[in-house]
């Protein structure tokens, strides 16, 4: 039986880095995954759930270095916190650099950032 801790280890080793994750619980005679497993893995998704709940950026202002096309508004750098999967921020084609800043308005402590590509 895994832990919490093993388990969240996992997690952030291969899911938290966009690879799969695969617990391998071995099924029981019953065919089942164990109880202890079960539940286990039940604490992780919950410790997960409850990790990533208060989105930080949200509140936060948002600008970029450069935008593509300029400052419209389809490439800005709110796109990079809108919660959409279409939408994205980027740079103009000939740019080979850029950033973009969040700026929460006082020092502002954190232990997880997520960001995908």
Avoid: C
């Avoid at 039986?1 to 029981?28: A, C, E, H, V, W």
């Avoid at 005679?29 to 992780?44: Q, S, V, Y």
């Avoid at 509140?59 to 999967?85: F, H, L, P």
């Amino acid at each position: 039986m895994k832990s919490l801790p093993q388990l969240l280890d996992i997690y952030y080793q291969s899911f938290g880095r966009n690879g799969t994750l695969l617990l391998n619980f071995p099924i029981d005679r019953r065919g089942l995954i164990h109880e202890n497993d079960e539940k286990a893995a039940k604490e992780m998704w919950k410790m997960v759930q409850e990790t990533f709940t208060v989105d930080l950026a949200k509140q936060a202002k948002i600008t970029a270095s450069t935008v593509r096309g300029g400052r419209s508004g389809k490439y800005n750098a709110n796109k990079t916190i809108d919660g959409k999967k279409d939408t994205y921020w980027t740079t103009d084609d000939d740019e080979k650099t850029g950033y973009v800043t969040l700026d929460f308005g006082k020092p502002t402590t954190f232990i997880r950032f997520m960001v995908q590509e």
